[in-house]
Each structure stands twice: as C-alpha cells, then as structure tokens.
C-alpha cells in the first residue's frame, strides 16, 4: 500500500531562516499532497497542497514543490517567525483527496 | 477554508462510563466525515470514515462496537466511546471533506480517570 515518509522529525531554525520539510511517497498514482500545520492540543489545519498536475505552488511565505519522477514533495518556508512553531504533516492521496496517506509529522522550532 | 466545528474540546470521565463527542460541518455538506485518534507526538491514525445515511467503515483493530459512529445528516457526525478505560485516554480528531479538500476539527481531549 501507499506510504509516506517525512524528514527531518525535528527542525530548529533561526527566526528570518528558511525552514525546509521534505516526504516521499511509495505509489505513483498518488495525485494530490497536502500539508497539515498543527499547534499544541488543536486540529490540524490546511495550509498549502498540490497536486500532480502542478510542479510549485506559492502561497505567501510558504511554497510547496513536487517531484513526480522522484516521488517526493517539500514545504519551505520562508522568513520563519515564532508563530511558524507548529508540527507540520505531509499527506498523499490517491483515491480520493479526502483519504490520505500521513507522514510521522515535523516538529518546527523557531529560535528566536 | 471549511469550517468543522467540534465539541467537546476536552472531557474527563470515569472508568465505565459513555463519552459522546460530536463533528458538525458548519458551513459546507459533508457526505463523508472522517474520524481519528492520535496519541502525543504521533501521527494522526485514522479510525473509521463515516457516511451519511449509512453505517460507518472501521479501520482494521477499530471496534466498532467500542466507538460508535453516526452520521445521520450531511453536517453531523458523532463518536461515542462506550464503557471507556484509562487506555481510551487520546486525542480524537474529526474532519470533512469540502471542495475537494479535507478540514479539521479543533480535536476532543478524552481523559478516563
């Protein structure tokens, strides 16, 4: 079956830094890849995704990129702030966009 | 974004007891609600995918008799964990899927005492 593995478990960066989260994804059927920001103790929440048709997108200080031929795809983020502190989830879909396939997770600290 | 809306956000029980917690799309029509657990420092695992106007579909390990799902309209969906135990303590976490994307509850913090 599908899966997704996520690097690195824990990023430290310095404040203004850029901060990159990478996942590789086992079937290339996979057509959609979200990725998760989730804070202490709240549910995750949506920010950027891709899918298979599109190689980047860029929302702001965020920007996800994807590789098919290699099958993985990144978050960077730029500019970090304090408020950037979070776990980050990468997630693959095939079926559907509604069933996905989850990375372990990032945790981002932001050293001020 | 879509908006899900989920309560409690947090409930202590005793040991035996039912805990019921409820997922409402509040501003889209979820046909399919899905429902996970997630412990700390752990990725999201998915229990079961819950369909409106039928019954739900279990994750392999899932007792489906353990937690009990409804979805009776297209914007509620409910997890009750019967004659919940200590190790039922978790983190639950509802979402729905609207245009294409998947939403999140703010997650219910159950604590069995």
């Known amino acids: 079956g599908e899966n997704v593995e996520q690097h690195p478990s824990t990023l430290s960066v310095q404040e203004g830094d850029s901060a ?25 929440q949506l920010i950027i995704d891709i899918r298979s048709n599109v190689g980047e997108k ?10 098919k031929t290699a099958k993985h795809f990144s978050l960077h983020i730029t500019e970090t702030q304090p ?19 989850w990375g372990a997770g990032t945790k981002l600290i932001i050293k001020p | 974004g879509a908006v899900v809306s989920q309560h409690p956000s947090w409930v202590i ?32 695992m998915l229990m079961a995918t819950s369909n409106e106007g039928s019954k739900a579909t279990y994750e392999q390990g899932v007792e489906k008799d353990k937690f009990l799902i409804n979805h009776a309209s297209l914007t509620l969906s409910t997890l009750t ?24 509850g703010s997650g219910t913090q159950l604590s069995v005492l």
Not at chain 1, 83 to 101: K, P, T
Not at chain 2, 15 to 34: H, N, W, Y
């Open chain 2, 13 to 44: 029980c005793k040991s035996g007891t039912s805990v019921k917690i409820e997922c409402r799309s509040l501003d889209f029509q979820a046909t399919t609600m899905f429902w996970y657990r997630q412990f700390p420092k752990q990725s999201l």
């Open chain 1, 20 to 44: 990159v989260i990478k996942c590789t994804y086992s079937d290339s059927a996979s057509n959609y890849f979200p990725w998760y920001k989730q804070e202490l103790g709240k549910g995750p």
């Open chain 1, 58 to 67: 860029k929302d702001q200080r965020i920007a996800v990129t994807l590789n």
């Open chain 2, 81 to 104: 964990v019967t004659s919940a135990h200590p190790e039922d303590s978790s983190f639950y976490i509802c979402s729905g899927g609207g245009n294409e994307k998947l939403f999140f």
């Open chain 1, 83 to 101: 408020e950037d502190s979070a776990v980050y989830f990468c997630a693959a879909s095939i079926r559907s966009n509604y069933q996905l396939i």
